[in-house]
């Protein structure tokens, strides 16, 4: 989105106590389905793939309705992923090692990303006080 001076302007969506109800309930059917299938596909780490994608999930959702909160499933799924590739590195060699930092490059993205999306949602919604301020007058 777009200000007046064509400046970029972070539009966030207040996410309702009912719709993170769904979120939760959703995200409950969405974990016993994916239990069941990654064990019919006999994964390795089946709890810890579960939960990835879990939380790859909620922080998509969260994401769609843009949420500065999706960052942190984000967040939360990187440290799942780097513990999933730590434990593979250890136990299958340093082959893995080059996922293993790329899941840790993306967690500093995600960290970075959460703090930019707070801070420019805060520059935001100053602004948006202001201009309503200036109309009432």
């Known amino acids: 989105n777009r200000s ?3 400046r970029d302007i972070v539009v966030i969506n207040k996410v309702s106590a009912k719709e993170y109800g769904f979120l939760f309930i959703a995200i409950a ?5 994916a239990y069941f299938l990654l064990w019919a596909l006999n994964t390795n780490q089946l ?3 579960t939960i990835s994608i879990v939380t790859s999930v909620g ?3 969260l994401l769609f309705r843009r949420s500065p909160y999706y960052a942190i499933g984000y967040i939360l799924n990187d440290f799942v992923l780097i513990s999933l590739w730590t434990m593979s590195v250890i136990n299958y060699g340093l082959g893995n090692l080059p996922t293993l930092v790329s899941f840790c490059i993306f967690l ?3 960290s970075y990303g959460l703090f930019r999306w707070l801070k420019s949602a805060k520059s935001s919604s100053q602004k948006t006080e202001q201009i309503e301020k200036n109309e009432s007058l």
């Open 4 to 6: 007046s001076e064509n």
């Open 59 to 61: 922080a998509s959702y």
């Open 29 to 33: 059917v969405i974990t016993v389905g």
């Open 47 to 49: 709890i810890i793939s």
């Open 108 to 110: 500093f993205n995600d």
